[in-house]
Nanobody, 129 residues
Framework: QVQLVESGGGLVQAGGSVSLSCAASGLIFSRYNMGWFRQAPGKEREFVGGISWNWNGGRTYYADSVKGRFTISRDNARNTVYLQMNSLKPEDTAVYYC????????????????????WGQGTQVTVSS
């Protein structure tokens, strides 16, 4: 049974930083491309960024809205993917989800929710102004 469990959300002031983790189990983590998405109230779930499974650490890809502020990394030994969020803005407030894509050996980072196979339960990040 595949499980993705996010942690690290919370309340932060604008300009601050938050680090999220997503621990995976029940899958060969090193073979999965991983994505981060977010969903604000009344809005559709949107792509934040992702990292490929690539053996040398993975290739990352980010939405324009977070490029330069957010960083995704992964630790295959710990079956965990991370989302470091800096220079946070109130518009970053959302529930953040990690997702796993089983399209190995493709290294293409997918950007739409239906393309992902597994999802975590989400963690709330609230940025106050």
């Amino acid at each position: 049974q595949v499980q993705l469990v996010e942690s690290g959300g919370g309340l932060v002031q604008a300009g601050g930083s938050v680090s999220l983790s997503c621990a995976a189990s029940g899958l060969i983590f090193s073979r999965y491309n991983m994505g981060w998405f977010r969903q604000a109230p009344g809005k559709e779930r949107e792509f934040v960024g992702g990292i490929s499974w690539n053996w040398n650490g993975g290739r990352t890809y980010y939405a324009d809205s977070v490029k330069g502020r957010f960083t995704i990394s992964r630790d295959n030994a710990r079956n965990t993917v991370y989302l470091q969020m800096n220079s946070l803005k109130p518009e970053d407030t959302a529930v953040y989800y990690c997702a796993a894509d089983a399209s190995w050996p493709s290294t293409r980072v997918l950007t739409t929710p239906p393309e992902y196979d597994y999802w975590g339960q989400g963690t709330q990040v609230t940025v106050s102004s």
